[in-house]
Antibody
Framework: EVYLVQSGVEVKKPGESLKISCKGS????????IGWVRQMPGKGLEWMGI????????RYSPSFQGQVTISADKSISTVYLQFNSLKASDTAIYYC???????????WGEGTTVIVSS | AIQLTQSPSSLSASVGDRVTISCRAS??????LAWYQQKPGKAPKLLIY???TLESGVPSRFGGSVSGTDFTLTISSLQPEDFATYFC?????????FGGGTKVDI
């Protein structure tokens, strides 16, 4: 069975950096794209960007370009989402999800809750 | 970026009702649209892709259709477990985008 397992809850202060992870199992990791989706409290879904696990080809939404970095370590079947300087407005649940082609997302992680507060 | 406008933003229905949710794209996306269901505290779940193809394991009471840039998700007979928020998602053009969501109350 296909799983995406995400890292746990993070509580950080404004200005701090953070790297959250998403580990795939049960499928050929390097043959799929993995995307990241943000959900702010009580709000909808926002597509942040996507990475091809085989060669780390990455695409970003203009809304998130320069604000986050998506990377992958295929040796451990893990994709990352990195924040360099957190803001309170980064408080959200961040989902990773496997994409069929580079398209719709068929398998989702459980989400990582990030809380940024002074 | 392609905008997806979902309507209504919320609706109340009874068990057994036929429910329709609309999603209008701001430009032609062909059939490159998916629908997801999200229950409180859970990750989204893929229901439909390619505008009308049912994902494996999804009950047949869910259906999707398209006419031009207007997409529709239909639940033919609403069940108690269908209480959730539904999102459309276009995958025709980067950046990929989601609709604002439709909350279905039973």
């Amino acid at each position: 069975e296909v799983y995406l397992v995400q890292s746990g809850v993070e509580v950080k202060k404004p200005g701090e950096s953070l790297k959250i992870s998403c580990k795939g199992s049960g499928y050929r990791f390097t043959s799929y794209w993995i995307g990241w989706v943000r959900q702010m409290p009580g709000k909808g879904l926002e597509w942040m960007g996507i990475i091809y696990a085989g060669d780390s080809d990455t695409r970003y939404s203009p809304s998130f370009q320069g604000q986050v970095t998506i990377s992958a370590d295929k040796s451990i079947s893990t994709v990352y989402l990195q924040f360099n300087s957190l803001k309170a407005s980064d408080t959200a649940i961040y989902y990773c999800a496997r994409a069929r082609g580079s398209d719709y997302m068929d398998v989702w992680g459980e989400g990582t809750t990030v809380i940024v507060s002074s | 970026a392609i905008q997806l406008t979902q309507s209504p933003s919320s609706l109340s229905a009874s068990v057994g009702d036929r429910v329709t949710i609309s999603c209008r794209a701001s430009q032609d996306i062909g059939r490159a649209l998916a629908w997801y269901q999200q229950k409180p505290g859970k990750a989204p779940k893929l229901l439909i892709y390619g505008a009308s193809t049912l994902e494996s394991g999804v009950p047949s009471r869910f259906g999707g259709s398209v006419s031009g840039t207007d997409f529709t998700l239909t639940i033919s007979s609403l069940q108690p477990e269908d209480f959730a928020t539904y999102f459309c998602h276009q995958f025709n053009t980067y950046p990929l985008t989601f609709g604002g969501g439709t909350k279905v109350d039973i």
